[in-house]
């Protein structure tokens, strides 16, 4: 394993078991394909995958702490084997260290706003092809309080409020939980929105990673 290339499968597999989980059985239909990234076969639904990071995550720190093996006592040795061996330490060690496959993951991502920019363009202009529903999950290495989700729903609505296509739902994944945001929801004028949180313990940050290695 210790020789696996780069591949943002690791992501979307943990996406898909996120979304099973707290949302229903019949997320496990989704396939893992392309544009977008995770689909329905019947074309009911296709959900992109991506990630935003702001820029004060210091991203190389926690990289060299890991493969150096820094480590405070309280660290279970087991998940920072795991985090060495596979590549990948999304969800464990409480998102404090990034695998040497998993940091080029995020070497990548733009912050919140654009990234969200750049994907709304592409789902209007019909880059995601046809589908009845789409859904944009967004793996955020930082938090976001409650306030700053609700913002990103505001945002993201006015975005694509002209669009013809545009996203029904938003995911956006933290560490700990998971929030649903349902975007046709978003009134500002009532101030109202539809967003459902669901918090991820550590076990089940250990099954989703375990899970998304195969």
């Known amino acids: 394993m210790a020789g696996r290339r780069f591949d943002t499968c690791f992501f979307e597999r943990y996406a898909q078991h996120t979304l099973e989980t707290f949302l229903g059985s019949s997320y496990s239909a989704l396939v893992n394909e392309d544009r977008p990234d995770l689909q329905m076969p019947d074309k009911s639904l296709g959900i992109e995958v991506t990630r935003a990071m702001e820029p004060r995550k210091d991203v190389a720190q926690d990289l060299l702490r890991e493969m150096a093996g820094v480590?405070?006592?309280?660290?279970?040795?087991?998940?920072?084997?795991?985090?060495?061996?596979?590549?990948?330490?999304?969800?464990?060690?409480?998102?404090?260290?990034?695998?040497?496959?998993?940091?080029?993951?995020?070497?990548?991502?733009?912050?919140?706003?654009?990234?969200?920019?750049?994907?709304?363009?592409?789902?209007?202009?019909?880059?995601?092809?046809?589908?009845?529903?789409?859904?944009?999950?967004?793996?955020?290495?930082?938090?976001?309080?409650?306030?700053?989700?609700?913002?990103?729903?505001?945002?993201?609505?006015?975005?694509?409020?002209?669009?013809?296509?545009?996203?029904?739902?938003?995911?956006?994944?933290?560490?700990?939980?998971?929030?649903?945001?349902?975007l046709a929801s978003v009134d500002r004028t009532e101030h109202s929105t539809k967003c459902t949180s669901y918090d991820i313990s550590r076990k089940m940050c250990k099954d989703f990673f375990l899970k998304s290695l195969d």
Not at 87 to 103: A, H, K, S, V
């Open 71 to 182: 480590e405070s006592p309280s660290d279970d040795h087991e998940e920072i084997e795991q985090i060495i061996k596979s590549g990948y330490g999304y969800g464990l060690q409480d998102g404090r260290y990034i695998g040497r496959l998993e940091y080029e993951y995020w070497r990548l991502a733009h912050p919140l706003r654009r990234i969200i920019e750049s994907k709304v363009g592409k789902v209007g202009s019909g880059f995601y092809g046809d589908f009845k529903e789409y859904g944009l999950y967004i793996f955020c290495k930082d938090h976001l309080t409650e306030e700053e989700v609700i913002l990103t729903m505001e945002y993201t609505s006015d975005l694509q409020r002209h669009l013809d296509i545009r996203y029904s739902k938003m995911y956006l994944s933290l560490i700990d939980r998971l929030y649903v945001c349902d």
